[in-house]
């Protein structure tokens, strides 16, 4: 099993431009989420999803948008990037709650905004 | 508000020695208490968690300690090998309600394990 995939794995911005951040998971878990990390500081949730057709907002969402048409999929959407959106993006899924069972993340995307 | 406090943010050790990392944090509501471990140029990963009803839980060289009434957690690693350099993160959480993915990770321990 490949587990979370995300794809690309390194992006330069121009501020103004939008792009799409892809994330695809192969266990079949109802639970994935959108996290960023930025350097020195922990993980902050951005966005996640208890399954198909249904997400939330999480800690930092202004300037993202998400989706979620099937159980694999979930990507991140940024529209009109900025210089504060330069960080690590990273997706994870899980098959239940956190608390009982774990996350499993992805390798991260490098994204720079200049 | 810091809710989360790790430290300390960089930690040297030589090959077995002990590794201690801690995490105090203000919410008294958490109940689910994790470290996750991450290498360069990869995602974390869960490497153990304990629940407020134990004040001890051991996996193979890995330990966490628990203190409720300090408002403290705290990993450590016994043993100490250079494969475990790493970034530690705690990541306290409140299981109840709607805490989907609402993991609150401290600011991260960076490990270097000398041989």
């Known amino acids: 099993n490949a587990g979370v995939t995300q794809t690309p794995k390194f992006r330069i911005l121009k501020i103004g431009q939008s792009m799409t951040l892809q994330c695809t998971q192969d266990?079949?878990?109802?639970?994935m989420y959108w996290y960023r990390q930025d350097p020195g500081m922990g993980l902050k949730l951005i966005y996640y999803?208890?399954?198909?057709?249904?997400?939330d907002k999480g800690e930092v969402p202004n300037g993202y948008n998400v989706s979620r048409s099937t159980t694999e999929d979930f990507p991140l959407r940024l529209e009109l990037a900025a210089p504060s959106q330069t960080s690590v993006y990273f997706c994870?899924?899980?098959?239940?709650?956190?608390?009982?069972?774990?996350?499993?993340f992805g390798n991260g995307t490098r994204l720079t905004v200049t | 508000q810091q809710q989360v406090k790790q430290s300390p943010q960089s930690l040297i050790v030589q090959k077995g020695g002990i590794s201690i990392i801690n995490c105090a944090y203000e919410n008294t509501a958490f109940d689910y208490f994790p470290w996750y471990q991450q290498f360069p140029g990869k995602g974390p990963a869960l490497l153990i968690a304990?629940?407020?009803?134990?004040s001890e839980k051991k996996e193979g060289r890995f330990t966490i300690s628990f203190n409720k009434s300090a408002k403290q957690f705290s990993l450590h690693i016994m043993d100490s090998q250079p494969g475990d350099s790493a970034t530690y993160f705690c990541a306290p959480l409140y299981a109840g309600g709607t805490s989907y993915g609402k993991l609150t990770f401290g600011q991260g321990t960076i490990l270097t394990v000398h041989p």
């Open positions: 999803s208890v399954g198909a057709g249904i997400t």
């Open positions: 266990m079949n878990h109802n639970y």
């Open positions: 994870a899924s899980s098959r239940g709650q956190i608390s009982t069972t774990p996350l499993h």
């Open positions: 304990i629940r407020p009803d134990v």
